[in-house]
């Protein structure tokens, strides 16, 4: 079984500051690891994910998560927020070759001016 | 190319009755899955559809049921509604097991 601990609920932060969202799962089997971007009554935007290869990936908007199988983690980061940032972050999990991903609770990221 | 569209896009149903949620899928892809997202929630795997067959279940009642038709758009069937069955339902279309693409949702209200 697969399971996603996203470690905070809600991550105030001011505009243009880092910001990291966290996220650790568990697996027995080699996983695919996958966040998501959900807007106010929007649906998921897939934002970055981590198949194979290089541990670190990025987005084309400026988000970066590392893969860190030690500490069973993939931590979302972004170096300077915007306002437009705010949003639900998903982290998901799929292994097992299967694609179907399990998501954690979700953490609302609120960039304030 | 379309997105995956989901109709309707709100609605209001009772304690008891049946509800019919429809997805439209992305333009050349074959399989879909549905997921249920409670306030507060992130989304939870109900099933998935692979060219009309089912193809993996979460951990719903069977009063959770589905279709995938040859046009790859889908069905997604609840009866005997209860309260809890509030949320967002959302729907995700892929090519074999590439990347989900997301509907907007369907926001079911059960009261």
């Known amino acids: 079984a697969q399971s996603v601990t996203q470690l905070d609920s809600q991550v105030p932060v001011f505009e243009e500051a880092p910001v990291e969202l966290r996220c650790n799962y568990s697996?027995?089997?080699?996983?695919?690891l996958f966040w998501y971007v959900q807007y106010p009554n929007q649906g998921l935007q897939l934002l970055l994910k981590?198949?194979?290869?290089?541990?670190l990936v990025e987005s084309i908007n400026g988000f970066e998560a590392e893969f860190n199988k030690s500490q069973t983690s993939f931590h979302l980061r972004k170096p300077s927020v915007h306002i437009s940032d705010t949003a639900e972050y998903f982290c998901?999990?799929?292994?097992?070759?299967?694609?179907?991903?399990?998501f954690g609770r979700g953490t609302s990221l609120i960039v304030h001016p | 190319e379309t997105g995956v569209t989901q109709s309707p896009t709100h609605l209001i149903k009772t304690r008891g009755q049946q509800v019919t949620l429809r997805c439209s899928s992305q333009s050349g892809h074959n399989t879909v899955s549905w997921y249920q997202q409670a306030l507060g929630q992130g989304p939870q795997f109900i099933f998935q559809?692979?060219?009309?067959?089912?193809?993996g279940r979460g951990n719903f009642p069977p009063r959770f049921s589905g279709l995938q038709f040859p046009n790859y758009s889908s069905e997604l069937n609840v009866n005997a509604l209860e309260l809890d069955d509030s949320a967002l339902y959302l729907c995700?279309?892929?090519?074999?097991?590439?990347?989900?693409?997301f509907g907007q949702g369907t926001r079911l209200t059960v009261v």
């Open positions: 998901a999990v799929s292994s097992g070759g299967s694609y179907i991903p399990t």
């Open positions: 697996s027995s089997v080699s996983v695919y």
């Open positions: 981590y198949l194979s290869g290089s541990t």
């Open positions: 559809y692979y060219r009309e067959e089912e193809n």
């Open positions: 995700a279309s892929s090519f074999e097991w590439g990347e989900a693409f």
